[in-house]
């Protein structure tokens, strides 16, 4: 004659809900974790072989062309390896026909060149000599007309990509090019 109305959740059915919850919730941040920390070593990587191959230019072509410029723009990193160019007086140009320039990462938290973070719209770049393919210097923003930066002897400079809040690379280049 009475009838039981079922209201609300067992406390079974409470607990294999918030299991669910969990297993989706670790499982969804170990995803993002894991792609972050991978566009990072991807950054490296593309960092790494655009060094190489402006020492190589600068082998092959003549240091004018032994540059590597990093122009970081609303969280993403773009590389142009050629000439030298002048940020002091003009900001470069993305879609410049004579400026090649190349995504490296998107969603970029951070990026420092030797300790240095650039804030958005700043750039920085590094030249090797063409007779013996070493580091010949690197140079900052605001740093027209003042001499490069050089290394000594083993000093390396450091570059550092941090892609969204935690997945951070880091990618040495010492004074003959080397890579680590």
Request: aromatic fraction near 10%.
């Amino acid at each position: 004659m009475f009838k039981h109305k079922n209201k609300g959740l067992s406390y079974l059915e409470l607990v294999v809900s918030i299991t669910i919850g969990i297993l989706l919730t670790a499982f969804f941040t170990i995803t993002v974790t894991t792609a972050h920390r991978n566009n990072a070593n991807r950054a490296k990587d593309k960092i790494e072989v655009s060094v190489k191959t402006a020492r190589n230019n600068a082998l092959s072509r003549g240091s004018e062309n032994g540059w590597v410029n990093f122009y970081y723009k609303n969280n993403k990193l773009y590389c142009y390896i050629g000439k030298e160019l002048d940020f002091d007086t003009n900001k470069p140009s993305l879609t410049s026909a004579d400026q090649k320039w190349e995504l490296v990462a998107s969603n970029v938290s951070k990026f420092s060149f030797d300790g240095v973070e650039l804030s958005d719209g700043l750039a920085a770049g590094m030249v090797f000599k063409q007779s013996t393919g070493e580091m010949k210097g690197w140079k900052f923003p605001n740093s027209s007309g003042q001499p490069l930066h050089t290394p000594s002897d083993g000093y390396k400079v450091k570059i550092d990509v941090q892609i969204g809040n935690r997945s951070e690379s880091s990618l040495s280049v010492d004074k003959f090019g080397t890579c680590k």
